[in-house]
Structure formats: C-alpha cells, structure tokens
C-alpha cells in the first residue's frame, strides 16, 4: 500500500512528469544522460532558494510549504514520522495549510494513471516551466514571489486532487 500512495502522490508533482531537453552541463549524481535534459529541474539551481538541494525539482517538491520572505525562499518543517499521529494536531495543521487554495472537483478520480500523468505533464508545461520566462538553459536563477506563490498554488491544489484520487482507489482496492 505505501507504494501505491508514494506513486500516486508522484505522478501529481508536475516535474516528476515533465522535463526540458537540451545540453545541460551540471544534473545532479545519479541522473542519466545529463547532456540531453535538465532531469526534471534537477539541473536548474534556484539561487535564493535555501534548502539541501537549492534546485528547481526539490522546491517543486516541497512548494506546498514554501515560505517566501525578503526575497528569500525556504521550506517549512517536515511532520515528524516519529510524533505525528492522523488526527493529531500537526497533521490537521498541515491540511489546513493545504486546504488554503480553491480546489476544483475531481472530474477524474478514477484510476486512469495515463491521462493523470498527461495532465500533470500539462501543468509541468506550463507552470513549472512556463512560467520561468525565456532562457530555460539558464542552470541558475533567481524567483520572485509570484512564481513561488504559483507553485504553492498548484501544489497544494494537486496534493488535494491526489489525496482524492488516492482514497478513490484505495476503495476500489480494498472496499469502502
């Protein structure tokens, strides 16, 4: 079950269904072919970002609590695995956080993982990328408030879709 619901959650984060192909010099260890693709913003620093891996695919990992201040950008604490319980207060907490933005209904929450992907490489498309402007082989760049705030958007709209989704399948698996 953790495997179905680490996939699905993956296959809503738009660069882990979208890339930009052209010679890249710097991808991080462990990324194949670095000369074709920035391996899913993997290759693209975010000069004020300030977490372990200051690249364009983490931030779009942790956008649903990013904090932007001072022309700065980090990321919120993770729940403890540890001390986090489903109803505790942490975890309400972070829902509510999430819960911030405008979620349409899910028009298609059963399982059709092909057209979730094609969906989510739209967004990847668009958002994550589109909305970096001209230059995408520039490997380092800075954000401004509007782009990380886009990001927190759509992160936490397709953590909201996601979590529908999953419960969706989840019953169809093992009944209501």
Excluded at 63 to 72: M, Q, W
Excluded at 115 to 134: F, I, M, P, V
Excluded at 152 to 174: E, F, P, S, T, V
């Amino acid at each position: 079950m953790a495997l179905i619901i680490h996939l699905v959650g993956d296959i809503h984060q738009p660069l882990h269904c979208a890339t930009h192909y052209y010679a890249q010099p710097k991808v991080e260890p462990g990324h194949k072919r670095p000369e074709l693709s920035d391996a899913g913003g993997n290759a693209i620093g975010i000069s004020n970002f300030h977490d372990q891996y200051p690249e364009l695919h983490q931030l779009w990992d942790t956008a649903y609590k990013l904090n932007f201040s001072n022309g700065e950008i980090k990321s919120g604490p993770d729940l403890s695995v540890d001390s986090t319980t489903p109803n505790g207060d942490s975890v309400k907490k972070a829902a509510k956080d999430v819960q911030t933005v405008q979620v349409k209904t899910c028009d298609t929450c059963k399982a059709d993982f092909a057209a979730w992907a094609k969906e989510t490489h739209e967004l990847g498309c668009s958002t994550a990328y589109g909305l970096l402007g001209q230059d995408l082989e520039k490997s380092e760049r800075t954000l401004d408030e509007n782009y990380v705030k886009a990001a927190h958007d759509m992160a936490c709209k397709q953590m909201c879709i996601a979590a529908g989704r999953l419960a969706d399948l989840l019953n169809d698996l093992y009944g209501n």
